[in-house]
């Protein structure tokens, strides 16, 4: 499969790629596989880093179609299919029927499904809490609303596996005053 060559962009200032290198830390050291079990056991959820990002994306905007999840989550159907399965035999999830399409289902967050995603986003704040308990809450607040900025514009200018098509997604844009 063939992979289209990126849109002719400026080179990347030093700024810029200082920017790229801490990302990519930060990325690595938030998937790590020890990372997460850790936030599992402290939020004492039991599940894999998949159901996590599911149930955290379900919260964020639910209820929602199997297929908007894929989408969302940047998988194929059936891992979501799978993970739902598991997330509804575990009672954090249910299928509810689509307003706009009684043939269609969405999930939806159980009591014990949000509780759990409440949990780890506990113990996720917990832990950076801990990391961050030395910087100023001026210098906090100015970090949140930057990297909510770049979210935003990451969304923005994402695009989609379809050549010159921007993105669709309906992540709503952040708050800046934080």
């Given at each position: 499969?063939?992979?289209?060559?990126?849109?002719?962009v400026?080179?990347?200032?030093?700024?810029?790629?200082?920017?790229?290198?801490?990302?990519?830390?930060?990325?690595?050291?938030?998937?790590?596989?020890?990372?997460?079990?850790?936030?599992?056991?402290?939020?004492?959820?039991?599940?894999?880093?998949?159901?996590?990002?599911?149930?955290?994306?379900?919260?964020?905007?639910?209820?929602?179609?199997?297929?908007?999840?894929?989408?969302?989550?940047?998988?194929e159907?059936?891992?979501?299919?799978?993970?739902?399965?598991?997330l509804?035999?575990s009672?954090?999830v249910?299928?509810?029927?689509?307003?706009?399409?009684?043939?269609?289902?969405?999930?939806?967050?159980?009591?014990?499904?949000?509780?759990?995603?409440?949990?780890?986003r506990?113990?996720?704040a917990?832990?950076?809490?801990?990391?961050?308990?030395?910087?100023a809450?001026?210098?906090l607040?100015?970090?949140?609303?930057?990297?909510?900025?770049?979210v935003?514009d990451?969304?923005?200018h994402?695009?989609?596996?379809?050549?010159?098509?921007?993105t669709?997604?309906?992540?709503?844009p952040?708050?800046?005053?934080?």
């Open positions: 499969m063939p992979t289209e060559p990126l849109p002719a400026p080179a990347a200032t030093p700024e810029v790629v200082e920017i790229e290198r801490a990302l990519t830390r930060i990325t690595y050291l938030s998937t790590r596989a020890r990372q997460h079990e850790r936030l599992m056991a402290l939020a004492g959820v039991p599940l894999d880093r998949a159901a996590v990002a599911l149930l955290r994306q379900v919260a964020d905007s639910e209820p929602l179609r199997p297929g908007e999840l894929a989408q969302r989550l940047g998988v159907a059936s891992h979501v299919t799978r993970t739902v399965q598991q509804q035999r009672g954090y249910t299928r509810v029927p689509d307003p706009d399409d009684r043939r269609a289902q969405r999930i939806e967050l159980t009591d014990t499904g949000r509780e759990a995603v409440d949990r780890v506990d113990a996720g917990r832990g950076m809490q801990l990391a961050l308990g030395d910087w809450p001026e210098e607040r100015q970090l949140a609303v930057l990297f909510h900025r770049m935003d990451f969304l923005t994402a695009v989609e596996d379809e050549p010159g098509k921007e669709t997604e309906t992540v709503p952040a708050s800046r005053a934080v």
